[in-house]
């Protein structure tokens, strides 16, 4: 730190109504030092009021679902006054079934600010102590050990929040913190780790139990992380294709925006306008503007129309995340005005379908960049050597970039698989009282699976892009694809010789997934969307 400079803490204020996608991934990557999470005022007025609504049905001993009777298909039992806080304590502990591989320390914070941020809304009937142990957790770097397997999504993720619940009571276990700071493999208990941060662990009351496990939080968190990781990777295709349409001196005219105009997708207008910005100033296209070739194959010449697409589906997923991360998720709701109403605001299908969707986004966006990595290892449609071996390198001796593209191949096949829609399977649990779930949760695992290996598909492209670039030294692309050209070369060299390319598609990916490509383009030539 410069003299005179003082740290700059973040603070994130929940209110329940307008917490953005971009904040939910400040907080999940954050640290306590450099980010505070706080309850806003009128949240806390809104809580209070609703907790008074269960106060009443306590004294007047009314009949309410979850309040004081059994869940899911023994709903029908009640349970006496004095029974109400161990009702909550026993379904806490008894949904906490999970299995799998821990969700990792991102999502476990995003999820936790999610949980906090429905609770904020002022509809669940729960104590502001509640929702202050949540942002706690959160302040003071408690990650919980939470399975990322075992929810259908309906009612909402039980399992997982369940966990993430225990932790709140003083129960459960939590990653210990190495001396950096960071979670190691080693657990402990959440008793000793709310201890170590001078937290009290929560006596549940009555509905409080259920406050914390209703709901979309961990579908939601995960999908929030992946969309946007997916939206920067767009914008990494974008400079992928325009790289290979540099390399094999493919046509500009597709991208032309009469184009557009006529088929006035918003996507497509806004691919096709990134491309002209990344082609402008290009001695590459100007070079060959009227040589023999007619068209180009679908992969170059569509990129618009496909690319375009994955804008679109990634625009939609946004909208309902955002509406996801700002809704009142449990049941039954509580209304201020007494009215307690049993419903299904926990069913995860608009997330399901929506992550479903971004998944067959960003497999079709790895489909199309693996046709691209096809066309520049085939001299007889590039024009450059056989898999871009290196230059005075002998064919044959050498194999070049040929088994990068079996492994983008084997992703973009695999990806096929996950791309089958996770929402439209369901199986009725709880004596079929919960006859219909969203199967959210796998949407949500498979989208990031799928997003992950789609972006070593688009890196792949980059470094074979980069390669046959090597090819055209005598023109200059344009700025854009220069500049992410350049970057490469900073972590990559040029292949001369055979050898082992798979660190080199790595480093491409962590310049992808870093934002360091986007960016560094971005300053040479401006936004690369700008009206986006």
């Given at each position: 730190?410069?003299?005179?400079?003082?740290?700059?803490?973040?603070?994130?204020?929940?209110?329940?109504?307008?917490?953005?996608?971009?904040?939910?991934?400040?907080?999940?990557?954050?640290?306590?030092?450099?980010?505070?999470?706080?309850?806003?005022?009128?949240?806390?007025?809104?809580?209070?009021?609703?907790?008074?609504?269960?106060?009443?049905?306590?004294?007047?001993?009314?009949?309410?679902?979850?309040?004081?009777?059994?869940?899911?298909?023994?709903?029908?039992?009640?349970?006496?006054?004095?029974?109400?806080?161990?009702?909550?304590?026993?379904?806490?502990?008894?949904?906490?079934?999970?299995?799998?591989?821990?969700?990792?320390?991102?999502?476990?914070?995003?999820?936790?600010?999610?949980?906090?941020?429905?609770?904020?809304?002022?509809?669940?009937?729960?104590?502001?102590?509640?929702?202050?142990?949540?942002?706690?957790?959160?302040?003071?770097?408690?990650?919980?050990?939470?399975?990322?397997?075992?929810?259908?999504?309906?009612?909402?993720?039980?399992?997982?929040?369940?966990?993430?619940?225990?932790?709140?009571?003083?129960?459960?276990?939590?990653?210990?913190?190495?001396?950096?700071?960071?979670?190691?493999?080693?657990?402990?208990?959440?008793?000793?780790?709310?201890?170590?941060?001078?937290?009290?662990?929560?006596?549940?009351?009555?509905?409080?139990?259920?406050?914390?496990?209703?709901?979309?939080?961990?579908?939601?968190?995960?999908?929030?992380?992946?969309?946007?990781?997916?939206?920067?990777?767009?914008?990494?295709?974008?400079?992928?294709?325009?790289?290979?349409?540099?390399?094999?001196?493919?046509?500009?005219?597709?991208?032309?925006?009469?184009?557009?105009?006529?088929?006035?997708?918003?996507g497509h207008i806004r691919s096709a306008r990134i491309a002209r910005n990344l082609l402008a100033n290009s001695e590459i296209m100007t070079a060959h503007r009227d040589c023999a070739k007619v068209q180009d194959p679908y992969s170059l010449?569509?990129?618009?129309?496909?690319?375009?697409?994955?804008?679109?589906?990634?625009?939609?997923?946004?909208?309902?995340?955002?509406?996801?991360?700002?809704?009142?998720?449990?049941?039954?709701?509580?209304?201020?005005?007494?009215?307690?109403?049993?419903?299904?605001?926990?069913?995860?299908?608009?997330?399901?379908?929506?992550?479903?969707?971004?998944?067959?986004?960003?497999?079709?966006?790895?489909?199309?960049?693996?046709?691209?990595?096809?066309?520049?290892?085939?001299?007889?449609?590039?024009?450059?050597?056989?898999?871009?071996?290196?230059?005075?390198?002998?064919?044959?001796?050498?194999?070049?970039?040929?088994?990068?593209?079996?492994?983008?191949?084997?992703?973009?096949?695999?990806?096929?698989?996950?791309?089958?829609?996770?929402?439209?399977?369901?199986?009725?649990?709880?004596?079929?009282?919960?006859?219909?779930?969203?199967?959210?949760?796998?949407?949500?695992?498979?989208?990031?699976?799928?997003?992950?290996?789609?972006?070593?598909?688009?890196?792949?492209?980059?470094?074979?892009?980069?390669?046959?670039?090597?090819?055209?030294?005598?023109?200059?692309?344009?700025?854009?694809?220069?500049?992410?050209?350049?970057?490469?070369?900073?972590?990559?060299?040029?292949?001369?010789?055979?050898?082992?390319?798979?660190?080199?598609?790595?480093?491409?990916?962590?310049?992808?997934?870093?934002?360091?490509?986007?960016?560094?383009?971005?300053?040479?030539?401006?936004?690369?969307?700008?009206?986006?």
């Amino acid at each position: 730190m410069e003299a005179g400079e003082e740290n700059t803490i973040a603070i994130i204020e929940l209110t329940g109504n307008d917490l953005t996608l971009e904040q939910i991934e400040q907080v999940a990557f954050g640290h306590p030092d450099t980010i505070t999470v706080r309850l806003a005022h009128e949240a806390r007025q809104r809580v209070n009021a609703s907790r008074q609504v269960i106060e009443q049905v306590l004294i007047s001993n009314k009949t309410v679902y979850g309040v004081n009777t059994g869940f899911g298909a023994m709903s029908k039992i009640s349970v006496t006054p004095d029974q109400v806080g161990a009702l909550q304590l026993n379904l806490v502990r008894s949904h906490a079934a999970g299995t799998g591989k821990p969700l990792d320390e991102p999502t476990v914070r995003a999820m936790t600010l999610l949980r906090a941020n429905t609770l904020a809304k002022g509809f669940s009937g729960v104590r502001v102590e509640v929702i202050e142990t949540l942002v706690e957790l959160l302040n003071q770097g408690i990650y919980p050990v939470v399975p990322s397997k075992g929810s259908l999504g309906a009612s909402g993720d039980l399992a997982p929040l369940a966990h993430l619940a225990l932790v709140l009571i003083g129960e459960g276990e939590v990653f210990k913190k190495n001396t950096q700071g960071q979670p190691t493999p080693q657990q402990q208990t959440g008793l000793k780790a709310l201890k170590a941060a001078n937290i009290k662990p929560l006596i549940l009351e009555a509905k409080e139990g259920l406050g914390l496990l209703n709901g979309t939080q961990m579908m939601t968190s995960l999908g929030t992380l992946t969309l946007l990781q997916a939206e920067r990777l767009t914008l990494a295709s974008e400079i992928a294709g325009a790289m290979t349409i540099e390399a094999i001196q493919g046509s500009v005219r597709p991208f032309d925006e009469q184009v557009a105009q006529v088929r006035p997708h918003p996507g497509h207008i806004r691919s096709a306008r990134i491309a002209r910005n990344l082609l402008a100033n290009s001695e590459i296209m100007t070079a060959h503007r009227d040589c023999a070739k007619v068209q180009d194959p679908y992969s170059l010449r569509c990129i618009p129309q496909v690319h375009g697409m994955v804008f679109d589906t990634l625009d939609r997923v946004r909208e309902t995340l955002t509406i996801e991360a700002n809704a009142a998720t449990d049941n039954p709701l509580v209304f201020p005005n007494g009215d307690i109403i049993s419903q299904g605001n926990f069913h995860g299908e608009p997330v399901a379908m929506a992550l479903d969707m971004m998944g067959i986004a960003l497999a079709e966006l790895a489909s199309i960049s693996e046709r691209r990595i096809d066309k520049l290892m085939n001299p007889a449609f590039s024009e450059l050597p056989a898999f871009l071996v290196g230059k005075g390198s002998e064919p044959g001796l050498h194999s070049g970039m040929m088994i990068i593209h079996y492994t983008a191949a084997s992703l973009v096949s695999e990806n096929k698989v996950l791309s089958h829609p996770a929402c439209v399977d369901s199986v009725p649990t709880s004596n079929d009282k919960e006859d219909h779930v969203s199967m959210g949760a796998i949407a949500a695992r498979k989208a990031a699976k799928i997003v992950e290996h789609a972006r070593w598909v688009i890196a792949a492209e980059l470094l074979c892009a980069a390669q046959g670039l090597e090819f055209q030294d005598k023109l200059k692309p344009g700025t854009g694809i220069q500049t992410a050209y350049q970057l490469i070369r900073q972590h990559v060299s040029p292949l001369k010789e055979d050898r082992s390319c798979a660190s080199d598609v790595e480093k491409i990916v962590q310049l992808i997934e870093s934002g360091h490509l986007i960016n560094t383009v971005a300053h040479a030539i401006g936004p690369l969307d700008p009206l986006a």
